[in-house]
């Protein structure tokens, strides 16, 4: 069985070069060497992310100096619209649960740092994840990392079901882990890599949180007290 | 001027991916590197500057390469140990123990003796032998000229094939401890 990272050729054995002039040859002959599936797609998402074709076409046209006039005209305006949708939306009854706008990642790390309201769900038979899970992928015990399920709550906000399970470890730190059932806007934030995943850390001192996308769903990783490289490293193998 | 295609990170993912490999002489910070590589590209709107594609790319990977050095070397390492965790699910290769076809093993052995080269003979055999760029692009990308790229990768390729050969014979020690002088 061939792992991610394994050559799209198997049965050809490219020697390696005896003389300088050879060098070339021996690395040409490694370009069938592909970039493993995990890191396509996450480049092409983040490439998907980026640049809607939307936003594409629209940078193009402000470039054009014709634009610059409009622009001075609509600015304004928009200004207005901006604002006057904002005050409806702070006024509206039931405020932001309510809403039909996504929540954000921060939205889903305020509910992962929340009490839990579901006992702690129990460990499947091989004892590495628990018998809990959003939608494919299921809630990991972490007990050899030294962290324990204590807990779990569901939550629907603004229409996106946020499944969370809270850890603690011996210390009595929580963590509370949020899985959502698509992928939520993220602001700002520190990009991290770590061991292949891309994980974007939101924010650092008492409160630290650690999102990244998996499976079309937005996952988070919240605690108080806890050191961002202990999520950093629980993350990176949930990623 | 023209504006690079983010589509570009796609198209030319492997040779990418192949680089940061050379560069850092390993697959996961190889990954690491490409998908970093990726964020700060589309961090905003990018002009080519009258470069191709692939070189624009290949700039933006070594830059992010050498800053990602310098900021390592300033900072400890903040995650928990590796063994305080258990993998939660089968996205690794195991710890070394991989079934590498004699292919993957001729690629490790080669991109680690690159890694290993001093720095501006690795940048030149990367940009030239690696990322395919003519002399000329690789001259521009590490902003020197094309007479100082020719013999950078010349002595490169050399110091390759000397870290890939086999063990010496013991009648040849003196020959081996000869080429261990050039180094």
Known sequence: MMDDHDMTHDDRIDPLPADPVEVPAALRALDDVVAPDRLRMAVAEAVADAEPTSARRRSRWLLHGGARVVLGMAVPLLTVIVLAFAAQRIIAPGGHSSGTAAPSARDAATVALRQPTAPAPAATAGGEMLAAHAGPIAFPTWTRAGWHAVGARTDTVAGHELRTVFYADAAGRRIGYAIADAQLPVAGGQLVMRHGAQLRVLDRGATSVVTWRRDGRTCVLAGRGVPVGRLLTLASYAA | ?183
């Open chain 2, 1 to 183: 001027m023209a504006r690079l295609d983010p589509q570009a990170l796609v198209t030319h993912i492997d040779r990418l991916y192949r680089v940061a490999w050379a560069l850092c002489g390993s697959r996961e910070e190889a990954e690491d590197l490409v998908q970093e590589t990726a964020a700060r590209v589309l961090a905003k709107p990018r002009q080519l500057r009258g470069q191709d594609e692939l070189a624009y790319l290949v700039q933006a990977l070594r830059n992010t390469f050498l800053l990602s050095r310098r900021t390592a070397s300033r900072r400890p390492r903040e995650v928990a140990t590796l063994d305080q965790v258990e993998p939660v699910d089968a996205r690794g290769s195991g710890a070394g123990g991989f079934g590498m076809p004699e292919s993957a093993l001729a690629a490790r052995d080669l991109f680690a003796a690159i890694a290993e080269l001093p720095e501006d003979f690795r940048l030149a055999l990367v940009a030239v032998d690696v990322a395919g760029l003519s002399y000329r692009e690789a001259a521009d990308l590490l902003d020197t000229r094309e007479a100082t790229i020719a013999s950078r990768l010349f002595r490169a390729r050399e110091r390759v094939v000397q870290a890939l050969a086999p063990e010496q014979e013991p009648d040849r020690g003196e020959a081996s401890g000869a080429s261990r002088s050039l180094r």
